[in-house]
């Protein structure tokens, strides 16, 4: 029995291990997004609800400069959640390093999501040839580099091997909330990496946060399923807790899986008919 005990809490501890990205130290395995809110009070409700440390921000598309608009940055001044800005609208590498070079001068910060768009059209896939330029650069002039790819175990290596601190591969298209599309992806990438991969991009529910956790993940981003669920608060609330159980899912250890029924009642001892 006191064996017992002690492997749960030794589980237990393993579960309150903080994800550690570079030289930043984060207690939740959640990152949230800051996009497709009604308002700015209702991102900052849903984001204290969902226990995030961080909160992505498109700087390209976040107000700083026009001071009788209303600034997203303004409404967590007084939390502790901390801004991971990220080069969303950038198409190329030299756009994105020189975006952020301007917020590292600006803002001091120096812990970066980077993403590079190939189609803007229609699947808003990633440009990995440009992503892996300007990474590298980053890289060797000091950013903690989180980079957003597609879900090759390849690249994500290549990635890894320019500088990334972390490899955010996408579970599916941006804001599509298709939920995993590619579980063998993300478990191959998993085994080629050693720097935390982030799942990011098309989780559309809590179930979808909680398989990624499964699958061995080391933490999800997500922002449309919750700033467009019905009630974003409770979404927020939900996906915390699903990349909890998720998480402990994995640590304890899925059953095997079997093509045939296992009775879950001993046989034996039962008296004969």
Known sequence: MQKSQKDLENLLNALDVPLVIGNKTLQSRLIVGSGKYKDFKTTREATLVSGADVITIAVRRVNILDSTQENLLDYFKDTQISFLPN??????????????RLVREACGIDFIKLEIIGDTQKTLYPDVIETL?????LAK???????????????AKNLESAGASAVMPLAAPIGSGLGIQNRYNVLF???AVRVPVIVDAGIGCASDAAVAMELGAD????NT???????????????????????A?????????????????????MPKL
């Open 87 to 100: 080069s969303a609208g950038c198409v190329n590498a030299n756009e994105a390093i020189t975006l952020f």
């Open 189 to 191: 990438i998993k085994e």
């Open 141 to 155: 002039e000091g950013f903690c580099v989180l980079a957003y790819t597609n879900d090759d175990p390849i690249m």
């Open 225 to 247: 399923a919750i700033a467009t669920a019905r009630n974003p608060l409770l979404m927020a609330y939900a996906m915390k807790h699903a990349v909890i159980a998720g998480r």
């Open 249 to 269: 899912s994995f640590l304890a250890g899925r059953m095997e899986k079997k093509p045939y029924a296992s009775a879950s009642s001993p046989t034996q001892g």
């Open 133 to 137: 330029k300007a990474c590298e650069i």
């Open 219 to 222: 933490g999800v981003l997500t």
